[in-house]
């Protein structure tokens, strides 16, 4: 079955980097386009960023553009979200996510998602 494992995360001081992975499995990690999200403490999920299958195409949110880069590793089934420049409102539990065969970037809208690792950003 489908599985989605992620690492990486922890506290950071503001302007501090983490880079999470993804580990997949259970699925062709090549054919899909993959995804990352996040919740913060009292919010709903928020769209994080896309990459598509062959990693050439990626599109992020614009509180996170100029400092996150998504990348994928299609020989290790491993998606990845490099984060710099953390600030406080970049603290809550990052989800990385499946997409559909057909999907359109920006949406909160996958099929399977991982369990989450937490991101807090803090003095």
């Known amino acids: 079955q489908v599985q989605l494992v992620e690492s990486g995360g922890g506290l950071v001081q503001p302007g501090g980097s983490l880079r999470l992975s993804c580990a997949a499995s259970g699925f062709y990690f090549s054919n899909y386009g993959m995804s990352w999200a996040r919740q913060a403490p009292g919010k709903g999920l928020e769209w994080v960023s896309d990459?598509?299958?062959?990693?050439?195409?990626?599109y992020y949110a614009g509180s996170v553009r100029g400092r996150f880069t998504i990348s994928r590793d299609n020989a290790k089934n491993t998606l990845y979200l490099q984060m710099n420049s953390l600030k406080p409102e970049d603290t809550a539990v990052y989800y990385c996510?499946?997409?559909?065969?057909?999907?359109?970037?920006?949406?909160?809208?996958?099929?399977?998602w991982g369990q989450g690792t937490q991101v807090t950003v803090s003095s």
């Open positions: 990459i598509n299958s062959g990693g050439h195409s990626t």
């Open positions: 996510a499946k997409r559909e065969v057909k999907w359109v970037p920006g949406t909160i809208d996958y099929d399977y």
